[in-house]
T-cell receptor, first 112, second 111 residues
Framework: DAGVIQSPRHEVTEMGQEVTLRCKPISGHDYLFWYRQTMMRGLELLIYFNNNVPIDDSGMPEDRFSAKMPNASFSTLKIQPSEPRDSAVYFC??????????FGPGTRLTVL | GQQLNQSPQSMFIQEGEDVSMNCTSSSIFNTWLWYKQDPGEGPVLLIALYKAGELTSNGRLTAQFGITRKDSFLNISASIPSDVGIYFCAGQNSGYSTLTFGKGTMLLVSP
């Protein structure tokens, strides 16, 4: 299995631009999680889906952030408009049950 | 919300030494997990613990689920340079699907 796939691996953009991060979970996994990692705040859960349905989005910082999961093999996290404070590493993780989460390699986002 | 306190924040040791790190919580968890993150990669699950008092090994790694359910420990024996990375603990409550992560322990191993 290829594991969780994320793209792009690195993204540099200017403040105000729209950013879209993509994730392909491991086939057969019912749960998908989006995390943000920074030095100051560590790993923060942004949102998670179960069977493509958003279950808890209380970690999404602002209305500028949105996430979708149109099917079992694809999810996006969108930031519009982006701000410098959004700079972080964003991880997608999937799991067949909710504890054994498998993480992707992450997307390092830099907003100038 | 729940918080996990991981200690130490960082460790710098010599190859061959044993390592101990721990994680404490202000509240009870029913599952404890330990992850390792290599530079530029995502966290990888090392050990999962499901019962209070449980002691589980994975090669040179041994983890324990504290009796009080509020703490967990990870030990690494005979460290090697590839043990370098950040080790995260994570706790989960039954009935919830989310994990609460600690801030991590950065381990550096000198050859």
């Amino acid at each position: 299995d290829a594991g969780v796939i994320q793209s792009p691996r690195h993204e540099v953009t200017e403040m105000g631009q729209e950013v879209t991060l993509r994730c392909k979970p491991i086939s057969g996994h019912d749960y998908l999680f989006w995390y943000r990692q920074t030095m100051m705040r560590g790993l923060e859960l942004l949102i998670y889906f179960n069977n493509n349905v958003p279950i808890d989005d209380s970690g999404m910082p602002e209305d500028r952030f949105s996430a979708k999961m149109p099917n079992a093999s694809f999810s996006t996290l969108k930031i519009q408009p982006s701000e410098p404070r959004d700079s972080a590493v964003y991880f997608c993780a999937s799991s067949p049950v909710s504890d054994t989460q498998y993480f992707g390699p992450g997307t390092r986002l830099t907003v100038l | 919300g729940q918080q996990l306190n991981q200690s130490p924040q960082s460790m710098f040791i010599q190859e061959g030494e044993d390592v101990s790190m721990n994680c404490t919580s202000s509240s009870i968890f029913n599952t404890w997990l330990w992850y390792k993150q290599d530079p530029g990669e995502g966290p990888v699950l090392l050990i999962a613990l499901y019962k209070a008092g449980e002691l589980t090994s994975n090669g040179r790694l041994t983890a324990q689920f504290g009796i009080t359910r509020k703490d967990s420990f990870l030990n690494i024996s005979a460290s090697i340079p590839s043990d370098v990375g950040i080790y995260f603990c994570a706790g989960q409550n039954s009935g919830y699907s989310t994990l609460t992560f600690g801030k991590g322990t950065m381990l550096l191993v000198s050859p």
